[in-house]
């Protein structure tokens, strides 16, 4: 059995206060509140039996009353999300029901994941245990040392964006997290923890648009998406 874990406990800093502070994942995108998007397409695929969402602590009413209207099928569960965010999927990875095999970690700020993309990234950590999302990287790459000046040029053909589902064998991602709480790191991404434990994570490419509310200037090109009925 798989399970979700949507993470919507960030702060979402970079957004700034859009219409009167209200959260971003509840801000109207194509007739809907953005994160209603993205639970429904987990909630429409059929890999897919039980939804964690993990909540920043005050939220959770709002979560409960979005599900009670939006009328979503699949055993769903609410918790809690903590300071960071691999500690928001360590109290998602605590609440899944017994039994679940794998489980597919997603930004709930990202409403247009393609059903293919949650079906190929669940398939391919079955078999390798723990695929990634993610697209080459196009744009020619800086590094620098001080954010003022280039100290060298990357190869871009080695480059990948990674983006989110993050899917990983349950046992797996509790392992590596484990590891990666025993070393007290923290990670951006989850698939970062999968490094310290020596465990292959298999790219698979988004073809199709997959973006993340971020800023302000997403909103536009994201709610355009799915006015398209992008899928």
């Known amino acids: 059995m798989n399970a979700a874990i949507l993470v919507a406990a960030g702060k979402g800093v970079r957004m700034g206060s859009p219409q009167g502070g209200m959260d971003k994942l509840f801000l109207d995108l194509a007739g809907r509140p953005l994160v ?36 979503f099928k699949k055993t769903f569960r609410i918790v809690e999300g903590g300071r960071e965010r691999q500690d928001s999927v360590w109290n998602g990875l605590g609440a899944l029901s017994d039994g679940m095999e794998i489980v597919a970690i997603h930004d709930a700020a990202r409403p247009c994941v393609s059903q293919e993309l949650i079906e190929t990234t669940i398939r391919l950590a079955e078999e390798t245990g723990a695929a990634v999302a993610a697209q080459p990287v196009t744009d020619t ?91």
């Open 141 to 231: 790459i800086k590094e620098s040392d001080d954010g003022r000046f280039v100290q060298r040029t990357l190869d871009r053909s080695r480059l990948w964006s990674v983006q989110t589902p993050q899917t990983f064998r349950v046992e797996v991602i509790r392992r590596a997290l484990a590891e990666a709480r025993r070393r007290r790191l923290v990670f951006t991404d989850d698939t970062a923890a999968c490094e310290l434990i020596g465990q292959p994570v298999r790219l698979v490419s988004s073809a199709a648009p997959n973006p993340k509310v971020t800023v302000p200037a997403d909103l536009p090109f994201i709610e355009s998406l799915l006015q398209q009925g992008a899928t």
């Open 36 to 71: 209603a998007h993205t639970w429904q397409r987990f909630d429409n695929a059929s890999c897919v039996d039980e939804i964690i969402l993990v909540v920043r602590n005050g939220m959770q009413p709002a979560f409960a009353d979005l599900a009670a209207k939006a009328n």
